[in-house]
């Protein structure tokens, strides 16, 4: 069974600039997260879909980063403009639903760097 | 707001020797407990969770937890270490009470695992 899949793995950018990754979740999951690891943290829940709808988006600086899942498979996180202190690994995991307790299963990651 | 903390953020250990991971929440109610490794360059992995049921929860790769609910606890142990167990180790909470059960996941800030020959 396929894993989820990101890319890139590494993206390097200059601050103000915009950049955007994209995750593919394991085949029939239908919750996708967005996870920010700054280095030394654990990593932090961005955003959660359930299908193509968002369940919760509390700590997402939504002034400067958007995420989408239009067709409930895939999905894109975006930051524009970007700045220093988004430097990190983003990652995306998936789990089959909203089961309490499920698995979650996580992707390789993006790093991140913003000069 | 849940929390989580992982007590030391680096372990040495030599290989063969035993080893505990210490892992604190801040709530006293019922949550879920979960613990992930992560190897360099990967995503995280699913260790072994606690939902419910028996306190001590054995996992993948020889590892085991004991939830202790008055010392809100969850260590992780380990009785005989290799080198391949050098990674990152995050021990993470979900409170099932949150919003509907949407299995948020609360990560402390990690444990590098580091064993030597």
């Known amino acids: 069974e396929a894993g989820v899949a990101q890319s890139p793995r590494y993206k390097i950018i200059e601050k103000r600039q915009s950049v955007a990754f994209w995750c593919n979740p394991i085949?029939?999951?239908?919750?996708l997260y967005w996870y920010q690891q700054i280095l030394g943290q654990g990593p932090k829940l961005l955003i959660q879909?359930?299908?193509?709808?968002?369940?919760?988006d509390s700590q997402l600086p939504k002034d400067r980063f958007s995420a989408e899942r239009l067709k409930g498979v895939d999905s894109t996180l975006k930051i524009q403009p970007a700045k220093l202190e988004d430097s990190a690994v983003y990652l995306c995991?998936?789990?089959?639903?909203?089961?309490?307790?499920?698995?979650?299963?996580f992707g390789p990651g993006t790093r991140l760097t913003v000069l | 707001a849940q929390s989580v903390t992982q007590l030391d953020s680096q372990v040495p250990v030599f290989e063969e020797a035993p080893v505990e991971l210490r892992c604190n929440y801040s709530?006293?109610?019922?949550?879920?407990l979960f613990w992930y490794v992560q190897y360099p360059n990967q995503g995280l992995q699913l260790l072994l969770k606690?939902?419910?049921?028996?306190?001590l929860v054995k996992g993948i790769n020889g590892f085991e937890a004991e939830f202790n609910k008055s010392q809100t606890s969850f260590h992780l142990r380990k009785p005989s270490v290799h080198i391949s167990d050098t990674a990152e180790y995050f021990c993470?909470?979900?409170?099932?009470?949150?919003?509907?059960?949407?299995?948020?996941?609360?990560f402390g800030a990690g444990t590098r695992l580091a064993v030597h020959p």
């Open positions: 995991a998936s789990s089959l639903d909203l089961e309490k307790g499920g698995t979650q299963y």
């Open positions: 085949s029939g999951h239908a919750t």
């Open positions: 879909f359930q299908n193509n709808g968002v369940v919760d």
């Open positions: 709530s006293s109610v019922s949550v879920y």
């Open positions: 606690y939902l419910s049921g028996s306190t």
């Open positions: 993470a909470v979900s409170d099932p009470r949150f919003s509907g059960g949407y299995n948020k996941l609360i």
